[in-house]
């Protein structure tokens, strides 16, 4: 599935964040994935999503430039993809 600008989004529960200087790594304890997160400004984007009626509207609370959306659309795909991240 893929991600939507206009869907609620958050941490699944069962993830741990850890800042690192380049981002942070989200450890899974139920299927035990280890990502990367490799830009502050996508943790801090992903910190958001719980607090935010959409993706859209976590990424404008964010303030990223809507040119960069697209590749925060695909890091957040991927994190979808690895269980880090849910619908709400």
Same mark, same amino acid.
């Given at each position: 599935?893929?991600?939507?600008?206009?869907?609620?989004? !958050? %941490?699944?529960?069962? $993830?741990?964040?850890? +800042? !690192? +200087?380049?981002?942070?790594?989200?450890?899974?304890?139920?299927? =035990? =994935? %280890?990502?990367?997160? &490799?830009?502050?400004? $996508?943790?801090? $984007? $992903? &910190?958001?999503? *719980?607090?935010? +009626? *959409?993706? =859209? #509207?976590? %990424?404008? *609370?964010?303030?990223? !430039? !809507?040119?960069?959306?697209? #590749?925060?659309? #695909?890091? %957040?795909? /991927?994190?979808? *993809? /690895?269980e880090i991240l849910r619908v709400r």
């Amino acid at each position: 599935m893929a991600i939507d600008l206009d869907t609620a989004y !958050e %941490l699944h529960p069962q $993830v741990a964040i850890r +800042p !690192e +200087p380049f981002g942070a790594l989200a450890y899974h304890y139920d299927n =035990r =994935r %280890l990502v990367f997160m &490799k830009h502050n400004d $996508v943790v801090t $984007v $992903v &910190k958001s999503l *719980s607090q935010n +009626p *959409s993706l =859209r #509207a976590a %990424l404008e *609370s964010c303030q990223v !430039e !809507e040119t960069r959306w697209p #590749a925060f659309i #695909a890091a %957040l795909d /991927s994190l979808q *993809s /690895s269980e880090i991240l849910r619908v709400r």
